[in-house]
């Protein structure tokens, strides 16, 4: 059965980091491409970052670009999101995906895999 479990979530305060894991299990995903979404309260889920299958290609939304980074280690089936620079506004659930195919996507509609979420809550 398929799991992605994520973790590192917490509190933390403005201008600080945190660095996001979700590790997949249950088959390997080297060959798909991997996101991250966050859903803040009373918001659609929404992108992120997202990774290749290869780590070689990656995108973010314009309001994380420059402070987070996405990573994978397909040797431990697992991807990463640091997050520098936390803003309150970057407060929600984050969560992580599969996709569907090899390349970098920013559509959740494209993503066949999700995990349950971790919390992040910046303060102010």
């Known amino acids: 059965q398929v799991q992605l479990v994520e973790s590192g979530g917490g509190l933390v305060q403005a201008g600080g980091s945190l660095r996001l894991s979700c590790a997949a299990s249950g088959r390997t995903f080297s060959s798909y491409a991997m996101g991250w979404f966050r859903q803040a309260p009373g918001k659609e889920r929404e992108f992120v970052a997202t990774i290749s299958w290869s780590g070689g290609s990656t995108f973010y939304a314009d309001s994380v670009k420059g402070r987070f980074t996405i990573s994978r280690d397909n040797a431990k089936n697992t991807v990463y999101l640091q997050m520098n620079s936390l803003k309150p506004e970057d407060t929600a659930v984050y969560f992580c995906?599969?996709?569907?195919?090899?390349?970098?996507?920013?559509?959740?509609?494209?993503?066949?895999?999700w995990g349950k979420g971790t919390l992040v809550t910046v303060s102010s």
């Open positions: 995906a599969v996709g569907r195919y090899p390349v970098a996507t920013m559509e959740l509609t494209h993503m066949d895999y």
